[in-house]
């Protein structure tokens, strides 16, 4: 028989992200947030390629990526609430890891898998952070798929990309619940 874990399992259940925008100060540590960056790292990685790395955007980092998104938003011809939303979580954030994915040549692993793997680091930070105490959320939007973003504010190589950002912070409200997926409804057995 298998020995339960029921604090890991009800917090599995019951996690829910924190909205970045309601993430305020303190921030974690240095020290904390290398323990968090840890814990993430423990994710399922095929082949041990480790198809990822980490940017820790700290608040003196925020204001120059929102003047960035600004001015992509401009050269992208995006609507005005477009370019709005996605300077919002630099000049809301406190803290941030980008979590970027690194594909790795293998002639054993598709880079499909490496893209997987690096997407269970992005969710791993953000439940290692919420176990921790803190709140967290994972962000994506249009600055994260945009090239040029991507290489003025981060200076990733053509080979890498914005998995996602992951704005960590203390929690300032806890949010509603929101609807689940009816899992009875989506799974099927053979």
Not at 66 to 92: H, M, T, W, Y
Request: net charge negative; aromatic share 6%; hydrophobic share 40%.
């Amino acid at each position: 028989m298998p020995t339960p874990n029921p604090a890991a399992l009800d917090f599995l259940l019951t996690r829910r992200s924190r909205p970045a925008k309601t993430l305020t100060t303190p921030v974690p540590d240095r020290d904390t947030l290398m323990q968090l960056l840890t814990a993430a790292s423990r994710t399922p990685d095929h082949g041990i390629l480790e198809p990822w790395r980490f940017i820790v955007i700290d608040q003196a980092a925020m204001a120059p990526l929102s003047a960035l998104a600004k001015e992509r938003g401009g050269a992208l011809n995006l609507e005005p609430e477009q370019i709005v939303k996605g300077c919002a979580q630099f000049d809301q954030g406190n803290l941030a890891v980008a979590v970027i994915e690194v594909q790795k040549e293998s002639p054993k692993i598709p880079t499909l898998e490496q893209t997987y793997s690096v997407g269970a680091v992005c969710l791993a930070l953000v439940n290692a952070a919420l176990a921790a105490g803190w709140g967290a959320n994972w962000l994506s939007g249009w600055v994260s798929h945009d090239r040029t973003f991507m290489e003025k504010g981060f200076g990733l190589a053509a080979h890498e990309r914005i998995a996602g950002i992951i704005h960590i912070g203390t929690e300032t409200s806890t949010p509603p619940e929101r609807p689940r997926p009816n899992v009875e409804g989506i799974t099927s057995w053979l």
